[in-house]
C-alpha cells in the first residue's frame, strides 16, 4: 500500500513564506515525477510544479520565481517552498506522484497516487 501524506500548510500573511513537504511511505520500487497542484473552493486543481527523479523541474507561469520544488530521493520527500506568498496561493495543496511497485512476483507498474491535500491559507 501506498501512502503520500503532506505536511506544512498553515495561515500566513500575505508576503510570507511556507514550506510544504510530501513523504511517500509503503512498499514500491521507486518514485518518479512528484507534481503539486492547488485546489480552490469549486474550482479544478492547478498545476503548480513538478520535478522528476533526476531533479528536471518546471512550474507553472504564476509562480515562477516564487515557489522552489526539490526532493530528496533517498528520503522520497518531495518540497514546496513557496516564497512572496499572494493571496491567490490561498488552496488546498495536494502532492500527486508517478510509483513504481511490484504487482506480481516479477512485474512492475507504474500507478499514480495523491495525497489527502494540506491547506495553505494567505491572508491580504
Known amino acids: 500500500q501506498v501512502q503520500l501524506v503532506e505536511s506544512g500548510g498553515g495561515l500566513v500573511q500575505a508576503g510570507g513564506s511556507l514550506r510544504l513537504s510530501c513523504s511517500a511511505s509503503?512498499?514500491?520500487?521507486?518514485?518518479?515525477?512528484m507534481t503539486w497542484y492547488r485546489q480552490r473552493p469549486g474550482e479544478q486543481r492547478f498545476y503548480a510544479a513538478s520535478?522528476?527523479?533526476?531533479?528536471?523541474?518546471d512550474y507553472a507561469d504564476s509562480v515562477k520565481g516564487r515557489f522552489t520544488i526539490s526532493r530528496d530521493n533517498a528520503k522520497n520527500i518531495v518540497y514546496l517552498q513557496m516564497n512572496s506568498l499572494k493571496a491567490e496561493d490561498t488552496g488546498v495543496y495536494f502532492c500527486?506522484?508517478?510509483?513504481?511497485?511490484?504487482?506480481?512476483?516479477?512485474?512492475?507498474?507504474?500507478?499514480?497516487?495523491w495525497g489527502q491535500g494540506t491547506q495553505v491559507t494567505v491572508s491580504s
Open positions: 520535478i522528476s527523479r533526476d531533479g528536471t523541474t
Open positions: 500527486n506522484a508517478d510509483i513504481l511497485s511490484y504487482y506480481m512476483t516479477d512485474r512492475i507498474r507504474q500507478q499514480n497516487h
Open positions: 509503503g512498499s514500491f520500487v521507486s518514485v518518479n515525477t
